[in-house]
């Protein structure tokens, strides 16, 4: 049963949600966006981002049912975010919805992200637009899609709209950082690194009205905003490759128990046998692979690429936990000895160590790297030909 507007006056209040409007120069919209969204939530905040024009006097009308911020020299869109967000984080609120005041959001879709934050109460909720409109301009829809393909670059999330400016955001994970960045590409890098503090980022449907060419206002600056947001994707691109996707990816496999994968990964589930066993041979496989600190990060990748099972993979590139490391080193360093003719089976196991590794490097590279492939290879073997006999479910 549709509620009515009241009634989503009173769920904003008890959901501690509010709306924040920036704006800069958008006197000839400002009014009616500001009337629209009070009809459905009374915690409104306008953020004037040192506007020129007489927005200054069309906000005084609303002086008692508004909370105005103001500042005189224009900051750009981030600013004037980031201090809204602040403003609404003092005041207690626990989430808020962004909206722009261009007129081209409309107040009827805020029952949208109020029924989907039901659902998903710590994600960031994106309204994503209906981008395939008349009146929408090749620009913007290549930079829309230059947005999103970056975006699931850097987070492997993938939207249909990631510059909408129509946004919920769980304020708890916002209080707690710090941005870089001040301009339109804020939106790009809060959106980006919420979701590397393990926020889902998902969308909505909405409504959009985009004027024709000779009514549009736009304060984006095409080779400036464009040069400044190209900077910022490349900075995330490579953290998120060195460091918050293998990060996030194996805190995801780290929450699932060993007991919990062998019963529904290896005899629970419909995987061809074949595929079972090479995902645990490519697990120790790369468990012994020298590229220390980087194992994981790999293996991840390249399952990822062979469609191998993750979870297996996980559990068997364990096979280097510090109790089995002096062993491999061990073999690895006997076996590169045996293949350059030097063997010596009584080195002692307790005087193995990095630094003797260091002094007998290319031993110990072509050790390990055999080693990798002879036990990589009889765990696959074995594990092929214990499954095809046990008792694992077809």
Known sequence: MKKSKSQYQQRFKEKKCCVLIPTYNNATTITDVIKGVLEYCHDVYVINDGSTDNTVSLLEGFNTSIKIISYQQNQGKGHALKTGFRKAIEDGFEYAVTIDSDGQHFAHDLPVFLEKLEDEPNAVIIGARQLNQENMSGGSSFANKFSNFWFKVETSYSLQDTQSGYRLYPLKHISKMRFFTKKYEFEIEIMVRLSWRGCKVISVPIDVFYPTKEERISHFRPFKDFFRIS?????????????????????????????????????????????????????????????????????????????????????????????????????????????????????NIDNISFETIKDNLKLYLVGSMALAVLAGSLFGIASYFILKFSARKK
């Open 231 to 347: 900077i910022l994707n490349t900075v995330l691109v490579f953290l998120a490759l060195i460091f918050f996707l293998p990060r996030n990816i194996i805190w995801k496999y780290k929450k699932k128990k060993l007991k919990q994968i062998i019963k529904e990964d290896i005899f629970g589930s419909n995987i061809p046998t074949h595929k079972i066993a090479i995902s645990i041979g490519f697990g120790v496989f790369m468990g012994i692979v020298p590229i220390w600190g980087y194992q994981l990060a790999a293996g991840f990748a390249l399952a990822h690429i062979f469609k191998l099972n993750k979870s297996i993979f996980f559990v068997f590139a364990n096979i280097s936990l510090p109790p089995m490391i002096p062993l491999i080193l061990y073999l690895s360093y006997i076996l590169g000895a045996a293949l350059f003719g030097e063997i010596n089976w009584l080195i």
